[in-house]
């Protein structure tokens, strides 16, 4: 097994972005490279499944470009969440869709043994702001009183057009 080291570096030219330097037992692993706005870039390295900094990554639902779920050290990493029942023919709302969407994050929280009071942070992708107001009455109606973790919502393209809602969450395990 072997120990997978980030090293972030900002760089020192104004307006450049982060670098990240990927190294294992001292060498390097892979070149040094830029990445926009992001400390972290996934690699052919981090796909293992075996590769981690201090134990085992577990992946659930794994498919040839995604898992919906990992976990490691204590924390549930899911990936982003969509309306699987929105079509082009009847995409719903964004009340109904957020809500279908919270749906699959409780069922993958469970999976994993914990629950939404346990969320450490919620990034909110939506197609417009104007869903703004109807995303938070689902949200609102789901969250419960006193654990309403950390959340950015952001104006997204999202990759399907009937898609009005994504939602990527970090949870701890119970």
Not at 62 to 74: C, W
Not at 105 to 111: F, S, Y
Not at 161 to 173: D, N, S
Request: no cysteine; net charge positive.
């Amino acid at each position: 097994r072997h120990s997978l080291v980030f090293t972030v570096m900002q760089v020192a030219v104004a307006h450049q972005p982060p670098t990240v330097a990927f190294a294992t037992r001292g060498r390097k692993l892979a070149s040094t490279r830029r990445v926009n706005r992001s400390p972290v870039v996934v690699t052919r390295a981090m796909a293992d499944t075996t590769v981690s900094m201090s134990g085992s990554i577990k992946r659930f639902d794994v498919g040839d470009r995604l898992s919906e779920m990992a976990i490691h050290n204590g924390v549930i990493y899911l990936a982003g969440q969509v309306p699987e029942l929105a079509t082009p023919e009847n995409p719903g709302d964004a009340t109904t869709q957020t809500a279908e969407v919270l749906g699959y994050i409780d069922e993958l929280l469970a999976r994993a043994g914990t629950d939404k009071t346990k969320i450490l942070m919620a990034q909110i992708h939506l197609s417009s702001v104007a869903h703004f107001p109807g995303m938070n009455v689902a949200w609102d109606a789901w969250v419960p009183a006193g654990h309403a973790p950390p959340r950015a919502t952001v104006e997204s393209k999202l990759a399907k057009p009937e898609w009005m809602v994504e939602i990527v969450i970090t949870a701890a395990i119970a």
